[in-house]
């Protein structure tokens, strides 16, 4: 049971089964589309004040083109058309067939502009925040199964040993927070961005917005969720957007501003932080440690939502609201994580996962597939060569980046030259003279 102070207490659902994610499909959408008003879950008022804006800004139309612009039903849709046209704030100027052509009023225009000088909101109808939390748990990654199977189609683009995919796949299941950790170049954000790919085939809904005591919080971003899919069946509520599991990844410039609600002053409405779009997801803090907020003011700050799955977050005014913490987070880091971790933190981040140095073998197979991405040809007695100048001469140890950074060195001087790239033992060398630094 989780109370919001100050609104309703809603009853969680925690029995839920685990289920495949090798089966694919889509969780569950919202039970059924609201037939009218009442049934929307949001005040009246402020449906009817985004109806108007919204045909202030874009009509006249028809009404199924306020029920597309507002994701409400047909019947909905003309139920607020009626009671802002007995406020003789719109009105009928024509019919489209045997659609009625809606338009506002002089009257309605002058509200229209009171309303957006408080608050630019328009379009899509937001949906109430005991319907996110119930739709955020029942999507909640704790209910997937995670595969051996999920895990290599995820990495298959990714060379690692059977042991670390062994450890991130068990990391998954887990549900908990994860610590990626090891020199640079290693792959750790690789390993964070394809650890989200386990559950490709996994679809979420996403909701436009959340109304919260009279507030809008924008939740549904098409950079982060892609291009999503509205609920299109008859009985599907459109206010929701059919996507793929998110992943968002904040490095350096996070800062403590950005965990909270992102209120726009020329809006007048609310953004939601981070972690409120990786829900149902993953959030990954990549190099963490040298974000601008120090390490123990973002860990005191997750505290809660990392033991308990819950987040506050603060309106304009102070006002406290609480939401789900549901995704997997994946801290990414250069540094041992004794170093940026007290006790009390490194027993919440149960699963730690060190990213070394790959062998030859890995490397001459990534070597391969950056070289083949490229569409250039490589020769094993080159590569051999390469890997004995970086270990010997060099004294530097074999990592995943060096591949790809080497190509590029070569195909750059190629660019320079205004010649096909050639991997061979002149272009690598110079590559090679190029990207590191002399030993001491």
């Known amino acids: 049971m989780i109370a919001w102070k100050g609104l309703r207490t809603v009853k969680?659902?925690?029995?839920?089964?685990?289920?495949?994610?090798?089966?694919?499909?889509?969780?569950?959408?919202?039970?059924?589309?609201?037939?009218?008003?009442?049934?929307?879950?949001?005040?009246?008022?402020?449906?009817?004040?985004?109806?108007?804006?919204?045909?202030?800004?874009y009509g006249p139309f028809s009404m199924a083109d306020l029920s597309e612009q507002t994701r409400l039903s047909y019947d909905a849709a003309e139920q607020l058309f009626n009671r802002l046209r007995a406020k003789l704030l719109c009105e009928v100027t024509g019919m489209a067939g045997t659609v009625p052509v809606i338009a506002i009023s002089s009257q309605g225009r002058t509200r229209a502009l009171e309303l957006l000088s408080k608050n630019q909101y328009s379009g899509a109808m937001p949906v109430s925040l005991a319907s996110y939390v119930a739709q955020i748990q029942k999507q909640s990654m704790r209910h997937v199964k995670v595969r051996p199977a999920d895990v290599k189609r995820a990495f298959a683009h990714l060379v690692f040993d059977d042991e670390v995919l062994s450890e991130l796949g068990t990391a998954l299941n887990s549900g908990n927070a994860v610590f990626l950790y090891g020199p640079p170049g290693v792959g750790k954000t690789a390993a964070a961005e394809a650890m989200s790919q386990v559950f490709a085939e996994n679809d979420v809904w996403i909701p436009f917005a959340v109304e919260v005591v009279g507030q809008i919080i924008t939740v549904y971003d098409p950079a982060i969720h892609g291009v999503g899919m509205d609920a299109n069946s008859e009985d599907g509520d459109r206010r929701w957007v059919r996507c793929k599991r998110p992943t968002v990844t904040v490095g350096g410039e996070l800062t403590v501003d950005m965990l909270d609600l992102q209120f726009n002053p020329i809006t007048n409405y609310y953004d939601g932080p981070p972690q409120m779009k990786a829900n149902n997801g993953v959030l990954v803090i990549d190099d963490f440690g040298r974000q601008r907020i120090p390490p123990e003011d973002l860990l005191?700050?997750?505290?809660?939502?990392?033991?308990?799955?819950?987040?506050?977050?603060?309106?304009?005014?102070?006002?406290?609201?609480?939401?789900?913490?549901?995704?997997?987070?994946?801290?990414?880091?250069?540094?041992?994580?004794?170093?940026?971790?007290?006790?009390?933190?490194?027993?919440?981040?149960?699963?730690?996962?060190?990213?070394?140095?790959?062998?030859?073998?890995q490397f001459c197979e990534i070597f391969r597939r950056v070289a083949q991405d490229r569409r250039l040809k490589v020769d094993q007695g080159v590569l051999n060569e390469l890997i004995g100048i970086i270990r010997n001469d060099l004294k530097e140890e074999l990592r995943a980046c060096h591949p790809r950074d080497l190509v590029n060195q070569v195909c750059w001087k190629a660019t320079y030259e205004d010649q096909e790239p050639r991997l061979d033992r002149a272009s690598l060398s110079r590559a090679v003279k190029a990207y590191f630094l002399p030993p001491n």
């Open 300 to 361: 005191n700050r997750w505290v809660v939502p990392l033991d308990r799955g819950i987040e506050f977050l603060t309106l304009a005014g102070g006002r406290k609201i609480e939401i789900p913490f549901e995704m997997l987070v994946v801290f990414a880091s250069n540094r041992d994580p004794r170093t940026v971790l007290d006790a009390a933190f490194l027993r919440r981040i149960q699963t730690k996962i060190k990213l070394g140095s790959v062998t030859e073998k």
């Open 12 to 57: 969680m659902n925690t029995t839920v089964d685990r289920y495949d994610i090798l089966k694919g499909g889509i969780v569950a959408g919202p039970e059924h589309r609201p037939r009218t008003i009442a049934e929307v879950g949001v005040p009246e008022s402020i449906l009817e004040d985004i109806a108007l804006k919204t045909l202030y800004l």
